[in-house]
């Protein structure tokens, strides 16, 4: 059984889950890649606290892709979780995230664009046109001198990071 073996070999995969579950986390699925296993062998196998592969086995459910069986165990009475990796859909999860990422950077695009900012001499505090000029072009918060912003700059990295992002889920 893969079950994830292949997903992991994609650079964009392992930096998706390091990013999510971080280094430890990646240790779990490495260790559950190819098997089942309860989190207590997995707490055992990567000599990470039970408490702590717990959560990440939740954090990686969250996003359903790892999923768990429950079984009562006669002799202690208690359930145990045997858990078990589903990558399969990992690549949909990270379209989708960055299908979000993308949307908030075209808001903030669309905001900066359409707006003349003013931002304050002292401690850089950046505000649109309209409430500079409501406050007279005192910084609200110090009440410094607040002198026309730029955001040309700031336009163009949106910019470009919004074409990265399409390039990457294939949209240019
Ligand atoms: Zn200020």
Redo the contacts with the bound molecule.
């Keep these: 059984m893969d079950n994830g073996k292949t997903e992991l070999e994609i650079p964009e995969v392992s930096e998706f889950l390091e990013e999510t579950v971080g280094e430890e986390g990646l240790y779990v699925v490495k260790a559950l890649i190819g098997r089942e296993l309860t989190d207590e062998s997995l707490s055992e196998e990567t000599e990470l606290k039970l408490n702590i592969v717990r959560k990440i086995l939740y954090q990686l459910y969250d996003y359903r892709l790892a999923s768990y069986v429950r079984t009562k165990d006669k002799k202690i009475g208690w359930y145990i979780y045997t858990w078990k990796l589903d990558l399969g859909k990992i690549i949909g999860v990270i379209a989708n995230r960055k299908e979000r990422v993308l949307k908030e950077l075209n808001q903030k695009l669309e905001y900066e664009t359409n707006h003349v900012f003013f931002c304050?001499n002292?401690?850089n505090?950046k505000i649109p046109f309209d409430l500079a000029s409501e406050c007279s072009f005192k910084?609200p918060?110090?009440n410094?001198t607040m002198s026309y912003h730029d955001n040309q700059s700031l336009i163009l990295s949106l910019e470009e990071e919004i074409q990265k992002l399409k390039q990457e889920l294939q949209y240019a």
Excluded: E, R
């Design positions: 304050c002292n401690d505090s910084c918060h110090c410094g």
